[in-house]
């Protein structure tokens, strides 16, 4: 399919009773992983944060705003990096690893209290709030103290490895480095599908004539990883025309193991990600009853996958058990 590229501009808000289909790495994985959890991620609860919506897709929508300890963490070390590298290249300033370590643990402590205090706010406005599964589902004040103390040891060591880190020292040679703004990369489209495209950091190495993808990770390497890298390559390339894959440089900064990961792209490696959103497509078809309208069938018709660790941590489990 042809690919175009387009910059999102400013567009008055339309409430629309079915979704707008794009496409995702993430958005495949969740099909993969369940069909149920994929039908109310993103069909039952569209709509789910206007106030005259239905009640499944308001209580749906704010069951997809849960998020749990690790996923909190990984946002926010995210957010962090994001700023720090904000602030260093207004200021050349760097904050020490303690700062970054006690900024964190405050944002942490935050989600705590909104989870805990703060469930009727939560619940009116979800999308401001933090609710965490592990206290939404217990019923409890309390966090699991094994998930607590694996968290309490990742803070140090992510920051750490942050602040040493190949894309960090690379930074801090502003002059050889030209930053490509968050701003110049919303979506592209390859055929009638928006594909959105969500860069943690993209910057042109003068010297070396490259240009540097980086992606941050607080989880485990995944096999996902190079093809989630492989579709940033594959928008960049068209986005700023470059004219050979030898140009751009994927890496991977695994934050908790304190190393990184570049990856040598080749024309395989964006066929291979062209047919995988090909054949996602594809599969997401089958639950549609209208193609065009992107409407999808009922709930009930999205099959589940059951397995036990996995419904343990789905957001969803209250609606499909009771």
């Known amino acids: 399919m042809p690919l175009s590229l387009h910059i999102r501009s400013d567009y008055m808000f339309e409430v629309k009773?079915?979704?707008?289909?794009?496409?995702?790495?993430?958005?495949?994985?969740?099909?993969?992983?369940?069909?149920?959890?994929?039908?109310?991620?993103?069909?039952?609860s569209h709509n789910g944060w206007l106030r005259d919506a239905d009640s499944l897709a308001r209580h749906t929508y704010r069951l997809k705003k849960l998020t749990n300890l690790e996923m909190l963490f990984g946002s926010i070390v995210h957010d962090t990096i994001y700023q720090v590298i904000q602030h260093f290249l207004k200021t050349r300033q760097i904050p020490?690893?303690?700062?970054?370590?006690?900024?964190?643990?405050?944002?942490?402590?935050q989600g705590f209290i909104d989870s805990t205090r703060r469930e009727h706010l939560w619940h009116d406005k979800p999308k401001h709030y933090t609710m965490l599964h592990e206290i939404y589902y217990s019923q409890q004040d309390k966090l699991p103290p094994n998930k607590t103390a694996k968290i309490q040891s990742r803070l140090g060591t992510a920051m750490n490895n942050f602040l040493?880190?190949?894309?960090f020292q690379d930074i801090q040679t502003?002059?050889?480095?030209?930053?490509?703004?968050?701003?110049d990369f919303r979506y592209m489209m390859?055929?009638?599908?928006?594909?959105?495209?969500?860069?943690?950091?993209?910057?042109?190495?003068?010297?070396q004539d490259k240009w540097v993808i980086v992606d941050w990770k607080t989880g485990k390497a995944s096999a996902e990883d190079r093809n989630?890298?492989?579709?940033?390559?594959?928008?960049?390339?068209?986005?700023?025309?470059?004219?050979?894959?030898?140009?751009?440089?994927?890496?991977?900064?695994?934050?908790?193991?304190?190393?990184?990961?570049?990856?040598?792209?080749?024309?395989?490696?964006?066929?291979?990600?062209?047919?995988l959103f090909g054949m996602s497509i594809q599969e997401m078809s089958h639950y549609l009853a209208d193609v065009e309208k992107n409407e999808p069938l009922s709930i009930d018709q999205f099959p589940k996958y059951q397995e036990d660790h996995k419904c343990a941590r789905c957001n969803y489990q209250e609606l499909c058990f009771g």
């Open 17 to 44: 009773p079915h979704p707008e289909l794009s496409w995702s790495i993430s958005r495949h994985k969740t099909l993969m992983e369940c069909p149920r959890k994929y039908g109310y991620d993103y069909y039952v």
């Open 96 to 109: 020490s690893e303690q700062k970054l370590v006690d900024r964190i643990r405050q944002q942490l402590n």
């Open 164 to 167: 040493k880190s190949q894309t």
């Open 174 to 183: 502003p002059e050889n480095i030209r930053f490509v703004a968050s701003e």
């Open 190 to 207: 390859i055929g009638d599908v928006k594909i959105y495209i969500v860069m943690d950091l993209v910057y042109r190495d003068i010297n």
């Open 228 to 275: 989630q890298l492989a579709l940033y390559a594959l928008y960049l390339k068209q986005r700023y025309q470059i004219d050979s894959l030898d140009k751009i440089v994927i890496r991977n900064e695994y934050l908790l193991e304190g190393y990184h990961k570049e990856h040598a792209l080749n024309a395989t490696d964006l066929i291979n990600v062209q047919n």
